[in-house]
């Protein structure tokens, strides 16, 4: 089993910024892509970021040149540092990562973490 812990969330003013942190644990084999989703109230679980395990990134466009994610393989985790915070970005921000497991005959799955609440209020 994989288990998936984000941290980092928090309440912050229009154009400030928050680091979010990813942590993937269990039995694991590989981890291929890893990503940050988010979900605001009444809408529809959003693609943020993604990252693959050689590094290559993939933004939604409402947060290019404001967030950048990065993964570090040696301890499985992914971030995702957050700048210039709009209210827009006000949303619960889950972690996702597509892992191998051991015995998995490098077959990936998806795991979700719980999510982390993310608030951009004056």
């Known amino acids: 089993q994989v288990q998936l812990v984000e941290s980092g969330g928090g309440l912050v003013q229009p154009g400030g910024s928050l680091r979010l942190s990813c942590a993937a644990s269990g039995s694991i084999f590989k981890i291929y892509a890893m990503g940050w989703y988010r979900q605001a109230p009444g809408k529809q679980r959003e693609l943020v970021a993604a990252i693959t395990s050689g590094g290559s990134t993939n933004y939604a466009d409402s947060v290019k040149g404001r967030f950048t994610i990065s993964r570090d393989n040696a301890k499985n985790k992914v971030y995702l540092q957050m700048s210039s915070l709009e209210f827009e970005d006000t949303a619960v921000y889950y972690c996702?990562?597509?892992?191998?497991?051991?015995?998995?005959?490098?077959?990936?799955?998806?795991?979700w973490g719980q999510g982390t609440q993310v608030t951009v209020s004056s």
């Open positions: 996702n990562a597509a892992v191998a497991a051991y015995g998995s005959n490098w077959r990936s799955t998806d795991y």
